[in-house]
């Protein structure tokens, strides 16, 4: 199970931090990652990072932009955004794979888990 927090309202160029729990059979989770859907829109990757938290991988719009980081021992996982732009705006989820290549890090069905999204506002 993943529960997913930290999203809100803020102004463009501002910053969030998302975070995600899992918990139930964590260790059996491999790469994990982040995506967002806006109203609309086809859910699309945003980040993603391997088990050791070693590799990561960006979208190209967030890049240089939001960090994805993993915390094993707290079984978490973390979405750093700064500068945000309205064209951020979207519902967050957290996802969580048994087994991901990176080939597959930016496919939505690679993923096994889901959270629940979070809501994420930025006004211009």
């Known amino acids: 199970q993943l529960q997913a927090s930290g999203g809100g309202l803020v102004q463009a160029g501002g910053s969030l931090r998302l975070s995600c729990a899992a918990s139930?059979?964590?260790?059996?989770?491999?790469?994990m990652g982040w995506f967002r859907q806006a109203p609309g829109k086809e859910r699309g990757f945003v980040a993603g990072?391997?088990?050791?938290?070693?590799?990561?991988y960006y979208a190209d719009s967030v890049k240089g932009r939001f960090t994805i980081s993993r915390d094993n021992a707290k079984n978490t996982v973390s979405l750093q955004m700064n500068n945000l732009k309205p064209e951020d705006t979207a519902v967050y989820y957290c996802?969580?794979?048994?087994?991901?290549?990176?080939?597959?890090?930016?496919?939505?069905?690679?993923?096994?888990?889901w959270g629940q999204g979070t809501l994420v506002t930025v006004s211009s």
């Open positions: 990072i391997s088990r050791s938290g070693g590799r990561t």
């Open positions: 996802a969580a794979s048994n087994e991901l290549s990176y080939m597959r890090v930016r496919v939505l069905q690679a993923y096994d888990y």
């Open positions: 139930g059979r964590t260790f059996s989770i491999d790469g």
